[in-house]
């Protein structure tokens, strides 16, 4: 379906094309998401972030996600499950303590002492490399949320449908590129699916913020132009 993360973001990014003009913020989910984002970004010329969130795995099972944190305090809880799992409060709370460090490690590595972008206002776009159950994506949307954007929209190169069809009470928009109905798992559509790494996603962001600073200074130099020839009278 996807070469590899470079090759989803580019076909997501013609799917978003359209929403150009409303000068979007584009907001990764480390790590997967973080390249596919940056072709996105690039295309729609806009300021690239992350938002980290990070899964609360089941007991003896990490890789089912029983809820999620994100930056901010923004938690999800999928209740029905640790219902039916049996599952204590007290491990939530011992799990919860765990990828909150694992959460402020990959802040420090990714930002260090860089604010996040204000997003107050703004319409986002939050890019990751799929949704399958989408349990890290909601606690990232209510993290978004607190920031009171304009809207936010989710944008995916592949997804489940019914997990995208939950999301769209949450977001104001759903971009999938496919969405086929025996869904698996993410990595299933995409040739190349290696882990991102930390480096990688430090590379990319580095790059963002060059490409931001470029956009300013070339935004000042027209802002400047324009006030120097209202000083005269230009036929």
């Not at 999928?78 to 490690?105: F, G």
Request: charged content about 25%.
């Amino acid at each position: 379906m996807f070469h590899d993360r470079v090759d989803a973001g580019r076909r997501l990014a013609a799917k978003l094309m359209k929403f150009r003009d409303l000068e979007p913020v584009i907001v990764a989910l480390p790590r997967g998401g973080v390249p596919v984002a940056w072709e996105v970004a690039r295309a729609l010329d806009a300021p690239l972030d992350v938002l980290i969130a990070r899964k609360l795995g089941a007991p003896g099972q990490p890789e089912l996600g029983i809820g999620a944190i994100a930056q901010g305090g923004a938690l999800y809880l999928d209740v029905e499950l640790i219902s039916h799992l049996n599952i204590t409060r007290e491990y939530l709370h011992r799990v919860a303590r765990e990828e909150a460090l694992e959460m402020e490690r990959r802040l420090h590595v990714y930002r260090g002492d860089r604010a996040p972008l204000d997003v107050m206002g703004r319409t986002v776009i939050l890019v990751d490399d799929g949704l399958a159950t989408g349990v890290t994506t909601r606690a990232a949307v209510r993290a978004l949320r607190r920031q009171s954007p304009r809207a936010i929209i989710l944008a995916v190169p592949v997804c489940a449908p019914d997990t995208a069809a939950a999301l769209r009470a949450e977001v104001d928009h759903v971009i999938c590129v496919e969405s086929p109905e025996r869904f698996g798992a993410v990595g299933a559509w995409y040739t190349e699916f290696a882990q991102t790494t930390d480096d990688e996603v430090v590379a990319i962001l580095a790059r963002a913020v060059r490409a931001q600073s470029a956009r300013e200074a070339q935004n000042h130099g027209a802002r400047t132009t324009d006030a120097d020839l209202s000083r005269w009278s230009v036929p």
